[in-house]
């Protein structure tokens, strides 16, 4: 398909998320790139229901575990300066004496999720990280280090490398290296290290309790019977400031500069570009009936996961993020050479329209 006939086939699923922005199912940012050709950057909705501001698309969003990406490029780029090495224990680089953090773990099963350390809330079997903050006060932690005691002594789920589930615990671990390493905090890290590297000129690390203009707010429905009765904004769901697993803030068009970054080489060494654009451990696969047309086996790189087809061919690899108020996806279908971001500020509101996107895709595939 000709570039200037890829707007055209987006059509339908961008009119879908306009009526879902109309009625009120959607506030975000969707951004779609085909090679240099721009399908699509939009914006819709409130960036904030109580002053009723609208979302630009310069609005800085929570990205939610999107945020671990960053680590993992600062992670590699002190393997390449030889800092580092990926086979490495944690505990040569965290003091974690006295805890449950198996000798073995090495900041390889940390990046790819297969330390089988045991997380602060195990979200594959359907745990709350909100609930996590019902007893703890969320402003108590703003540095990397409080959050290891919500971890740390609980007993491991499987011995490291013998398994892969999804943990941002480990990426915790991870920040904790990375500043004891530099002696700078994670969030100086990453504004230094990768944001200014990148370009990405408006994304940060923003405190709740701090007025800064153009970044959106959180906010999920309260229902009742199904029906939408009010609003409820996230500011006590989790703590004030992003940390090493998620919460920073970016644009849809810095994420696009950071991928655009990290795939151009400007970020890592073509080795450890590789790497973190490669597959590092099987996630899962999936059945034929479940998923006929796409996913046939989901792996995680570093940070990143990468999708196959039945064809062992990469659909699409991505990093998406879900919170209490905000949910979002940096995905690359690299056959297409189709990049596309969507941003929301509610925990449901970016999936409809992500789905609609990649089904669109997928009729290119």
Known sequence: ??????????????????????????????FIRQGAHLVADQAYGLATRRWSVPVQTSTRFDIAS???????????????????????RIHSRVDLTGTRIPEDVTLHHLLNHTSGIADDADEEAGESYEALWADRPTYSVTETKGFLPQFVHKEPVFPAGTDCRYNNAGYILLGLALENL????????????????????????????????DVAEGWDPVTDDGKITGWRQNIFSYPPIGSPADGAH???GDLVRFLDAVESGRLLSEESTARF????????????????TSTHELHHAYGLEIEYDAAARVRSYYKDGINTGASGILRKYPRLDLTVVVLSTSEDG????????????????
Do not use: C
């Open 250 to 252: 970016a644009t849809a």
């Open 350 to 365: 970016a999936w409809e329209p992500i789905d609609l996107i990649d089904q669109a895709a997928a009729e290119l595939l």
């Open 277 to 292: 654009l490669s597959s590092q451990a099987l996630h899962h696969k999936t059945k034929e009936s479940e998923s006929p």
């Open 66 to 88: 999107i945020t671990k990406l960053f680590t993992s490029v600062a992670v590699l780029q002190l393997v390449d300066a030889g800092s580092l090495t990926l086979d490495e």
């Open 182 to 213: 530099t002696g700078r905090s994670y969030h100086d890290v990453i504004r230094q290290e990768v944001f200014a590297r990148a370009g990405m000129v408006s994304s940060d690390f923003f405190n709740m309790r701090q007025a800064v203009p």
């Open 1 to 30: 398909m000709h570039m200037a006939d890829t707007g055209k086939h987006f059509t339908p699923a961008l009119e879908r998320i306009g009526q879902l922005a109309a009625e009120d199912s959607f506030s975000g940012v969707v």
